[in-house]
């Protein structure tokens, strides 16, 4: 008798689980798988990450997209630290407060000129008053276009492109070796997949709040910067 209780409470707890993942991962629309082998998990994140979390899971599995194990207990971007171009760890609760802006960068691409240059536009509109920060990830995932060492990339920024914002260390952004803050940053706001050089850009709020945007120059995140710096005032 107690035998057949203590399995009966076994399979209870079992389904409970069964059901718990079920409703974590789940499709509210009939159409979303289709929609997901569409491509719209990544170019409509916001509606079908939520709505369609089965069919986004299905599908990225089936693109081989990283495992995210290792920022899983990850709850706020500013747990997270990286290594600047010199190799020094830097931890990100220093920007805190701050509005941050992430984008992975190429030395050898036909958009290195235009994107460095706003970077540079963008980054002398808040110079003087502390609210911003940009972070540029150099990766080699993208034609071969950074294969320099890191000494390299920051001579060629400094000298070349006149940088004067951070600066990270060369990371994978995709892939089962993309770098965890790469992960957090995809994982909240999409998309799933880096499409190329400069081709997503990821506004951290002072707060954390991290929203993305593809296929925009530098220059067109101003007003939203602004926006939200004078939100927090």
């Known amino acids: ?85 010199d190799g020094g760890k830097f931890e990100f609760n220093h920007l805190y407060g701050k509005v941050t802006v992430v984008v992975n960068v190429a030395s050898y691409c036909g958009y290195t000129e235009n994107h460095y240059r706003g970077l540079n536009d963008l980054w002398d509109a808040f110079r003087g008053t502390g609210d911003l920060e940009i972070m540029a990830f150099p990766s080699n995932q993208f034609g071969a276009q950074e294969p320099d060492s890191c000494a390299q990339i920051k001579r060629f920024a400094l000298e070349q492109k006149k940088v004067d914002f951070r600066m990270m260390y060369k990371i994978d952004v995709n892939g089962p070796d993309a770098h965890p803050a790469y992960k957090y940053l995809k994982a909240q706001a999409g998309p799933m997949q880096i499409g190329w050089n400069f081709a997503t850009y990821f506004v951290i709020s002072p707060e954390g709040q991290v929203r993305s945007y593809s296929g925009v120059e530098p220059m067109e995140l101003k007003d939203l910067i602004s926006g939200i710096i004078e939100k927090e005032l």
């Not at 979303?32 to 079908?48: Q, V």
């Open 1 to 85: 008798m107690k035998q057949n209780m203590l399995l009966r409470a076994i399979l209870l707890v079992s389904l409970a689980l069964l059901a718990s993942v079920s409703a974590q991962k789940k499709d509210t629309d009939k159409r979303c798988r289709e929609w997901a082998e569409m491509g719209e998990c990544d170019n409509n994140p916001g509606y079908m990450r939520s709505g369609c979390q089965a069919s986004c899971e299905y599908v990225d599995k089936k693109k081989g997209v990283e495992n995210d194990s290792d920022i899983a207990g990850v709850r706020s971007f500013f747990e997270l630290s990286a290594n600047d171009i």
